[in-house]
């Protein structure tokens, strides 16, 4: 729906960035939208917002760099949204202590803000051929990032998948939650949908054995 902005926050401040962003483009600006964030029932400690410029405008553009990747023999880029988070955070450092693999962790607070500005560069270069053409933002975010890129969602793998045609010269692993629905725990949940700690470590250590950066024994 063009009216629905949607988003996944991770963390209160991102939350807090949203609901802000959302009364000034409805009650100030008077748009016709209107705003979904996802909440999550899981209670977990709300990290400080980090210090770097323009972090509202980075959130509500749907991606920004949570945390650098430390010093490793290989390296690789973990996306996470919402409560998945905590799996993401978990495998950076497993992969960090265990296989000399340095994350670089992105916040994803929205794929459909990153499809949509995405599709907007690609209008403006179709219908303007003689100008400099644009490049979507998404593009131009992950285009310094390290390795590949894997991402964790709660939601079906569709939803990171929105991004992956916009970065063709990249491994692109997205996990989440296809298939039937049922009732546990959460954490025998995620690891029968293959977003746990152990899962987003394995595909990650898969993506580098596809770049020969690891043996598939290791994997």
């Not at 969602?153 to 063709?168: H, N, S, Y």
């Amino acid at each position: 729906m063009p009216t629905c902005q949607a988003y996944d926050p991770a963390f209160a401040y991102e939350m807090a960035i949203g609901i802000h962003d959302g009364i000034e483009r409805l009650y100030v600006q008077n748009e016709d939208v209107f705003y979904y964030l996802t909440l999550y029932n899981e209670n977990y400690p709300m990290p400080v917002a980090p210090d770097v410029p323009d972090l509202a405008a980075q959130v509500m553009r749907g991606l920004y760099r949570f945390a650098p990747a430390p010093a490793a023999s290989r390296q690789a880029t973990l996306l996470f949204s919402g409560s998945a988070h905590g799996a993401a955070q978990a495998a950076a450092a497993a992969l960090r202590e265990r296989y000399d693999v340095g994350v670089e962790l992105w916040s994803a607070t929205s794929y459909k803000a990153l499809r949509e500005n995405a599709l907007a560069a690609e209008r403006w270069n179709r219908l303007h051929p003689t100008q400099t053409p644009r490049t979507p933002p998404v593009t131009e975010l992950m285009a310094g990032t390290p390795g590949p890129i894997v991402a964790v969602t709660d939601f079906m793998k569709i939803v990171p998948e929105q991004i992956a045609r916009w970065l063709p010269d990249r491994a692109f692993t997205p996990l989440g939650t296809d298939g039937m629905g049922r009732s546990d725990t959460r954490e025998a949940l995620r690891r029968f949908f293959e977003i746990d700690e152990g899962h987003v470590v394995v595909a990650v250590l898969s993506a580098l054995a596809g770049q020969g950066q690891v043996e598939p024994d290791l994997v």
